[in-house]
């Protein structure tokens, strides 16, 4: 199991917090198309609670955590 | 002195003195920087240097604490000049009304003890980064976006805003939430406590992590990046 932590944005149409079912070579990138989520729009990937990299291979039991950019002043 | 007296029983009266010889410089002078240049100089930072090429419109009423009705027009960094000869006259204010940018980032920011980063857009802020960590001066990140903000207090070599504003993000949220009146204010709070901490050396500093404010749902999460 992946749990994906949403913050600000985009919970907009979408939970809090989404479940993937684990599977061997299951990534970022995977998790970001099934929630339509495009990668420019991401400012912080966290896995664990850790800066990650979309592409790299997750494990079963990773919490993946997603934050839109803030740049206004 | 009587104008600081509230002050002494968190700062010591010669913390209180220290503050006179502190020179900060507030690149922004909208909704967060008007904020900032507010609170620095109610503590009794001595010298502000407030950066703005731009001039206040109706626009800017909802938030800018340095705009009013009357002074529509008038640059910012001259009115943060104006509200601080009214607030605070033994603060030194140098206005700065020009473009913040690559030519010129390196002569505005000499000298300074300490830079508040209050821009509106990202590659400003990545810009600011590195001429800060080039001139070896702390930096204090703050951005907005609607319900949303986020603050963090780099020191130089940390370059925290390249994990901040990871794949090279050029656009943020605010660009369709816009900016309300609180956030700026909450987000110009905690920047200007990260300011004082750094300048006086003392109390937990948000370093190598970013505070991400959501007051839609009211969580605030600290993450780390080390």
Known sequence: MIKVKLFATFREGRQKEVIFNYFEGINGRYILDKLDIKEEDIAIYLVNGLDGKIDNPLNDGDTISLFPPVGGG | ?226
């Open chain 2, 1 to 226: 002195m009587g104008r600081y007296d509230r002050n002494m029983n968190m700062l010591s009266k010669e913390e209180n003195e220290r503050l006179r010889s502190f020179k900060v410089c507030v690149v922004g002078c909208g909704g967060l920087g008007g904020y900032v240049i507010e609170m620095l100089g109610r503590l009794g930072i001595g010298h502000i240097t407030a950066v703005d090429k731009d001039a206040f419109e109706e626009s800017n009423l909802n938030r800018q604490i340095l705009s009013n009705v009357n002074n529509l027009g008038q640059y910012k960094a001259l009115e943060a000049k104006r509200r601080m000869e009214t607030v605070n006259p033994d603060v030194v204010v140098d206005s700065i009304i020009a473009e913040f940018n690559d030519k010129n980032a390196e002569g505005i920011l000499k000298g300074h003890n300490l830079v508040i980063d209050a821009l509106d857009n990202i590659q400003s802020r990545l810009m600011l980064q590195d001429i800060c960590e080039k001139l070896n001066i702390p930096l204090i990140h703050g951005a907005i976006a609607g319900w949303y903000g986020q603050v963090t207090t780099i020191l130089p070599g940390d370059r925290t805003l390249n994990y901040i504003y990871k794949n090279k993000v050029q656009r943020g949220i605010e660009k369709d939430l816009g900016n309300p009146s609180f956030t700026p204010a909450l987000v110009a709070s905690i920047q200007v406590s990260e300011a004082l901490k750094v300048l006086l050396g003392r109390g937990d500093l948000l370093r190598k992590e970013v505070l991400y404010i959501d007051t839609y749902t009211q969580e605030y999460h600290k993450v780390r990046f080390d």
